[in-house]
């Protein structure tokens, strides 16, 4: 399975991060990309390349900019290669192959640590997405309206979208089209529907209990008439 797998080396993962964050903390780049890695820190693009890997052998940018400081995490530039819409069961499996014991991280995510897992394998479907499969597109439209759900149970924002639940799908789309930054994409969804909510009208059930009383809505409407 290669998905971030470390073997023993010069260093392991957290110190090529920390000597990557001090690389970019002394030459302060405007924006970097890997082109900037491999030319600045070429030590540390050869140790990406080898131990930290996606399914397909290409190294995993999104999982190693997520864990560099947050001011640097916005100077990222890595282009997106669009093509037109195609279907490719084949690719959406290598990546899900990797995680075959875990795929129920994809809706039910245990702890911290298997929710870091399921947005790392979010984002790699994503990022095939953006380049056309809409079969990835898809899968990431299931996994993440059980997430959706959650938010919309638990957020007193977010309980806002279950009167607009036919509009939430044309915002997860626009969250795969934009979402360009390195961090979490399931963050950035968050964020989306959040402030997106504030402009959305509550609505509220006529039966609802209100006040000291316990009274329903209905009760004081006709109480009024």
């Known amino acids: ?51 930290v890997q996606l399914p397909s052998g290409d190294i995993d940018w999104d999982f190693i900019t997520v864990h560099l400081n947050t001011s640097f995490q916005k100077r990222w530039r890595s282009s997106v290669e669009y ?77 806002r979208w279950k009167n607009y639940s036919n509009e939430i799908p044309g915002k997860v789309e626009f969250c795969i089209k934009n979402y360009r930054y390195s961090g979490s994409f399931i963050k950035y969804l968050y964020m989306t529907l959040y402030y997106s909510a504030r402009g959305l009208r509550t609505t509220c059930s006529i039966d609802e209990p209100i006040g000291k009383r316990n009274k329903t809505r209905l009760e004081y409407i006709a109480h009024e008439y």
Not at 122 to 151: H, P, T
């Open 83 to 159: 093509s037109n819409s195609y279907e490719s069961q084949k690719e959406v499996n290598e990546i899900l192959v990797a995680y075959q014991k875990e795929l129920y991280i994809l809706y039910a995510p245990k702890n911290k640590e298997e929710a870091l897992m399921q947005d790392r394998v979010i984002i790699q479907l994503v990022r095939l997405a953006q380049r056309g499969n809409a079969l990835a597109k898809e899968k990431v439209m299931d996994c993440i309206s059980f997430v959706i759900y959650e938010w919309m149970e638990s957020s007193k924002y977010l309980k």
């Open 1 to 51: 399975m290669k998905h971030a797998v470390i073997f023993p080396c010069e260093y392991d993962f957290s110190t090529a991060i920390q000597k990557l964050n001090n690389c970019l903390k002394q030459k302060r780049p405007k924006v970097f990309n890997p082109f900037w890695i491999k030319t600045n820190a070429r030590n540390l693009y050869e140790y990406f390349g080898e131990f």
